[in-house]
């Protein structure tokens, strides 16, 4: 009878053992599977970002463009090309600029 007393004892601690090991293992491979479903959605939304980052970067490249430039200044601004009267050359002023600063640079007075 003692002999059979220690055997279910045993029993129990072996069945109850298995059944942890057992509710354990669920336990870690559904965080597993969990972790696996959240790295796909952020693989997911970083290459959605990514396509987002390319577009705009797109966007922003077309919007520097000088036809771009002109259609806005045309349509939103009013603005035209100026008249032939309204144009100033300012190749003397330029020159003389360019003057002082190379005289100004090496330590003389401009001419």
Excluded: C, D, N
């Excluded at 003692?2 to 601690?13: C, D, E, G, K, N």
């Excluded at 354990?24 to 597993?32: E, I, P, V």
């Excluded at 997911?44 to 396509?51: K, M, N, S, V, Y």
């Excluded at 259609?71 to 035209?80: D, G, N, Y």
């Amino acid at each position: 009878m003692r002999l059979s007393r220690a055997f279910v004892t045993l029993w129990t601690v072996a069945t109850v053992a298995t059944v942890s090991a057992f509710v354990l293992h669920l336990a870690l491979r559904g965080k597993s599977v969990a972790l696996g479903y959240e790295l796909g959605h952020a693989r997911a939304e970083g290459a959605r970002l990514r396509e987002v980052k390319r577009v705009l970067q797109v966007e922003a490249a077309s919007y520097k463009t000088p036809e771009r430039v002109e259609i806005v200044a045309r349509t939103l601004l009013s603005m035209e090309p100026p008249l032939p009267s309204r144009v100033v050359s300012l190749s003397p002023v330029e020159s003389a600029r360019e003057g002082a600063v190379t005289a100004s640079a090496a330590g003389t007075t401009p001419p």
